[in-house]
């Protein structure tokens, strides 16, 4: 390949060259000083002795004058008069031929043949111009020509980058497509059975789960050609362009097949029709349209599987995703600790860790990461323990690291007053004291008033396990959470500042959606109000309908409200309580700027209180978790209820929120 362009380049190179020396002769010359004479001006020349001698080539009536020094040493081309020789012409003219030397040279070939040349050299020239441009058209990079080509990117089956060994935490995900897998091996497994091969799959998740990951893993298992592309490389600003370029793709996979064809970010040009305005969105319905007749036109023998990926599914076209195209979803959601150790461990191949470093808990200190996530935190490590001149990577750089990912860099050098990094060490002693304190909040890992990213600093809680919901004691104790530093900032200075105006912010959301969404309202009951509206082309929530009556907005205001100044009261009341130990803390992060939780811990003499009581609606006395069914016995009705364990998975949060 690169020694066929150099040779392509060379001959270029070549005609460049050789056309420049053409058209030197052609329009310069080699003398540089010849002018044309006629010649009565020669006869007057000689006759003035001006004239040192006259060169005649054989056989032609041209002639070269060369003149004297003393008239300015030069020359000059003429012809002689009636085709005669140049005595016969200096005879007419009655000069005597001993008036002036003469020459005769015989004709040179290499003369004529610079006289064909500079004709023909100028035309290959102009010749070879056209030929580069036409073929530097129907190049890849040039859209003028081949832009109704495919701009897929092929993967050979020959070279198998990734397998499923290589991709973690998705193993419900890799079970579904093994099935695939087989089908493009073993076609007649299923064919002897009457199976169809299912001719889409689409994988949905969030960004970062893996999808264009596992898509790769399916090709490099199964050992086929992959043609990888994006959903936006199908639509121009030509109409009819994203069109020609997908039958282009299914036209090269049908040559290649079996194979898989993997079209990311699918809702670029999949998204439901009929819902935008202007000619783009025509130019996408059309390569929708196009997309969907070939996959209409796969035949049962034709082995070839469309694997999308997005994260809008609720975008997509219905008549996308209707069997007989994508005949199946794979949903890609965040791993769970088992899948963030399998990650981890993936990850952390051929990098030097330290003996102390400990993937589990790596794992239980990062729930709601994604695999891209897990995959940049152990990379970081990696560079702040090269920075640090370190051969292996320890627990502190990990460490830091998630911080890093969660909140940014540290911002050592940012210029801070002391009154300043006072009030940032109690807003985050009260963070702190209050998470520790109240028994449904998340245990506290660390804290530190350095500035991170936006933050003056920040306290970071974590769950002890992944949840799969939240109830309303935890969310109650979060909004005493956020709402501390607010309230410690009050109590010791005595003044409000902005250092709380995004736990603030944080805080009313959570409070409006238990209200208006989750339905953990006392006074309006389990209802949801309000309907969020979007539009299809653009993908984003642009309004909510009220579907309630304006006395009932002023009831939803009233319960955020309460909510918030109950958690303000619940602050205030624990920090009330444990002044001492907001004092500790906040002296502790003065001295160190950054403490773990088990030095948090340290500082108190109780164990960490246990999770609330639970109040029966009906007014019986409150019971803990698992003492339900023993309190319906006392009262002679048997309950059906099995006991749970306080610790079992709730609702989480996407990636743990440092509360500051």
Not at 104 to 118: D, H, Q
Not at 317 to 339: E, K, M, N, S
Not at 585 to 604: D, M
Not at 613 to 626: E, N
């Amino acid at each position: 390949m690169g020694n066929s362009k150099w040779m392509r380049n060379g001959f270029v190179y070549v005609i460049l060259i050789v056309a420049v020396v053409a058209l030197w002769f052609t329009f310069v010359g080699g003398d540089g000083g010849t002018t044309k004479r006629s010649f009565g001006e020669v006869i007057a020349d000689i006759q003035n002795q001006e004239v040192e001698r006259i060169v005649q080539t054989d056989g032609s009536l041209s002639i070269r004058v060369h003149y004297t020094e003393a008239s300015g040493k030069r020359t000059a081309d003429s012809r002689l008069p009636n085709d005669t020789d140049i005595y016969e012409a200096l005879g007419y003219y009655n000069v005597a031929a001993d008036a002036v030397e003469i020459d005769t040279k015989r004709a040179s070939r290499v003369g004529n043949w610079l006289g064909a040349f500079s004709f023909i050299l100028p035309t290959l020239f102009l010749i070879g111009i056209v030929v580069f441009m036409m073929r530097q058209a129907q190049g890849s990079n040039n859209q003028a020509i081949s832009f109704g080509k495919s701009r897929a990117r092929l993967f050979t089956a020959n070279k198998p980058s990734v397998t499923f060994a290589d991709v973690a935490g998705v193993e419900e995900s890799k079970e579904e497509l093994v099935e695939v897998v087989e089908f493009l091996k073993y076609p007649d497994k299923f064919s002897s059975l009457g199976a169809r091969i299912p001719r889409g799959v689409l994988l949905v998740g969030p960004p970062g789960t893996g999808k264009t990951l596992l898509s790769r893993a399916v090709a490099g298992e199964a050992g086929v050609p992959f043609f990888s592309i994006s959903g936006s490389e199908f639509v121009e600003m030509f109409v009819g362009v994203g069109a020609s370029r997908v039958r282009d793709l299914f036209d090269q996979a049908k040559r290649n097949a079996p194979c898989i064809v993997f079209v990311d970010e699918i809702d670029a040009v999949g998204r439901q029709r009929g819902a935008g305005l202007g000619g783009s969105h025509d130019e996408r319905e059309q390569t929708l349209n196009q997309i969907l007749v070939e996959m209409d036109g796969f035949d049962s023998s034709t082995n070839v599987i469309v694997i999308a990926a997005t994260n809008r599914p609720d975008v997509l076209d219905p008549a996308l995703l209707r069997p007989g195209r994508f005949d199946r979803q794979v949903i890609l959601d965040r791993p769970d600790i088992a899948g963030r150790k399998a990650i981890l461990e993936v990850h952390s191949r051929g990098k030097p860790m330290e003996e102390s470093v400990s993937i589990d808990n790596l794992a239980r200190q990062t729930p709601g990461f994604s695999g891209a996530d897990l995959e940049n935190l152990v990379n970081e490590a990696a560079i702040l323990a090269a920075r640090r001149n370190k051969k292996t990577v320890g627990h502190d750089e990990l460490t830091e690291a998630i911080d890093r990912v969660i909140a940014g860099p540290q911002r050592k050098s940012r210029v801070i007053t002391e009154r300043e990094r006072l009030m940032t060490a109690y807003h985050e002693a009260g963070h702190a004291l209050v998470a520790r304190m109240l028994p449904n909040s998340d245990p506290v890992r660390k804290v530190s008033i350095v500035a991170r990213g936006m933050m003056g600093g920040y306290t970071r809680v974590v769950p002890d396990s992944d949840r799969l919901f939240k109830t309303k004691a935890q969310f109650e104790d979060d909004l005493a959470v956020f709402m501390a530093g607010h309230v410690a900032e009050l109590m010791i200075f005595e003044e409000q500042s902005t250092g709380a105006a995004n736990d603030i912010e944080r805080a009313t959301a959570i409070a409006r959606r238990m209200v208006t969404e989750f339905g953990m309202s006392r006074n309006l009951g389990p209802l949801a109000f309000g309907k969020k509206e979007e539009l299809v082309f653009l993908g984003r929530e642009i309004s909510e309908s009220r579907n309630y009556s304006d006395e009932v907005a002023f009831q939803i205001d009233k319960e955020i409200r309460s909510l918030i100044d109950t958690a303000h009261a619940r602050a205030q009341d624990v920090i009330t309580r444990e002044a001492d130990k907001l004092e500790a803390i906040a002296q502790l992060l003065i001295r160190e700027e950054t403490i773990e939780g088990e030095q948090l811990e340290a500082l108190f003499d109780s164990p960490r209180p246990s999770p609330d009581l639970v109040g029966p609606p009906t007014g019986r006395p409150a019971t803990r978790y698992g003492q339900v069914a023993a309190a319906d016995a006392s009262e002679g009705r048997a309950s059906e209820r099995p006991e749970r364990d306080r610790d079992a998975p709730g609702f989480g949060q996407l990636r743990p929120q440092p509360a500051g």
